[in-house]
């Protein structure tokens, strides 16, 4: 039902968003009557906005004309999302609503908007819009996105930043002398601060996340995050070669004010909980089959089938369009190879795929030197090793 009433609201305002356009070719512009501003909302309850949000609103003191431009519309009904997700093939586009309905859904769900209202000459403004309505065509409203380097808040940047006219945005925090003091800040890093109270979605995302998660990255590969972004506009100068300089933001408010967030508790035990009792229960079974002289094979084909299906994931990442996930160590204990083994552990037989084991988990544990893991992986790998330990030495 929910799904329903989003899709209603969406086509319903993108038929008002049709019909207010083409019905005026020409706007009027001048620096007191419209104002073109940043919006940053907050997370609320869904899954997908742990992140938070980035649109644009116009707003016209005049006329009264009032329009949010959000491009974070997507589908999920479509055919295969998630596997096109999983690929990095996933494409997204630009959405227009009268902005007291998107202020409207905002508050229902608990999210505050903050509302930066830009510095912007009448000609900035009016190119701007221009630039969102060309932007809005059938044609050109689709986007190929991706989670790091093209998403909402990066297009809303990025046209706020074409708008900008024979003048460029100093952000003083990222390119000015105070550079070359941050250190130390990566994509995963930031990922963490925002999902730090939701430890099964900070999992999930660094069981996907490789090596290009943890390189160091500068001020603007930090403003994928709204949250980034809405702090490099808030210092942020506009440089002109003769007109001297101006604040970007004349302006901070709340568009909608903080609410009440409803968070259903997940899952009671943390990734590190789950695999501490893995390995726990792996020392337990060791320390029975050495009384009985005997493997337990059940307890190696559950624990080949938990790997090789995790495995299958990770794999399938290396051939993914995020440039962030082909570079992955996790896949030396996560991996689809237990699957081309499991008959033979099944039937006792003898295999070279503990001394597989043996080799990539050893290799897994220095590579945590170069990559920050998943919660509980090591953990996970040292019960690998108590099982190579088992079939190496007692079969």
Not at 112 to 128: A, D, H, P, T
Not at 226 to 239: C, N, T
Not at 283 to 297: D, N, P
Not at 360 to 370: C, D, K, R, V
Request: hydrophobic fraction near 40%.
């Amino acid at each position: 039902m929910i799904i329903v009433k989003r899709l209603l609201f969406l086509a319903f305002s993108l038929t008002i968003s049709l019909l207010s356009w083409s019905s005026s070719d020409e706007v009027h512009f001048d620096d007191d009557s419209v104002e073109v501003s940043l919006l940053t909302c907050s997370p609320h309850n869904e899954v997908y906005s742990v992140f938070g949000h980035t649109a644009l609103r116009y707003h016209d003191l005049r006329t009264g004309e009032d329009w949010a431009f959000n491009y974070g519309v997507f589908d999920f009904r479509k055919p295969l999302f998630g596997l096109r997700f999983t690929f990095g093939i996933t494409d997204y586009e630009l959405g227009v609503v009268p902005f007291h309905i998107f202020k409207t859904e905002y508050a229902k769900r608990g999210s505050s908007v903050v509302e930066q209202v830009l510095n912007l000459s009448s000609e900035e403004k009016k190119k701007l819009y221009k630039a969102l309505q060309d932007n809005y065509r059938p044609e050109n409203r689709i986007y190929r996105y991706n989670c790091l380097y093209d998403n909402c808040t990066t297009r809303a940047r990025d046209m706020i930043e074409q708008s900008i006219i024979d003048d460029k945005i100093e952000y003083r925090d990222g390119t000015g002398p105070q550079a070359d003091q941050m250190h130390g800040i990566t994509y995963r890093k930031l990922l963490h601060e925002r999902t730090g109270n939701h430890r099964w979605i900070t999992f999930g995302n660094d069981i996907c996340l490789g090596l290009g998660a943890d390189r160091e990255i500068g001020w603007r590969e930090r403003q994928f995050l709204p949250s980034q972004l809405m702090e490099s506009f808030q210092d942020a100068i506009v440089v002109g070669s003769n007109k001297g300089t101006r604040p970007l933001v004349v302006n901070n408010r709340y568009a909608v004010e903080p609410g009440v967030r409803f968070v259903e508790d997940g899952f009671p035990l943390t990734p590190f909980q789950c695999f501490a009792l893995l390995l726990v229960a792996a020392i337990v079974i060791l320390s029975v089959e050495l009384y009985r002289g005997k493997t337990f094979v059940v307890f190696d084909l559950l624990l080949m089938a938990l790997t090789g299906t995790a495995g299958i994931l990770v794999a399938a990442l290396f051939f993914s369009q995020h440039p962030t996930t082909s570079t992955n160590l996790q896949i030396l204990i996560l991996n689809p190879l237990p699957f081309f083994f499991m008959a033979n552990v099944a039937r006792r037989r003898k295999t070279r795929y503990w001394k597989i084991v043996a080799l990539t988990t050893a290799i897994f544990l220095f590579g945590s030197i170069l990559q920050d893991y998943a919660e509980g992986m090591e953990l996970l790998a040292l019960t690998l090793l108590t099982r190579v330990w088992m079939n190496r030495n007692c079969n």
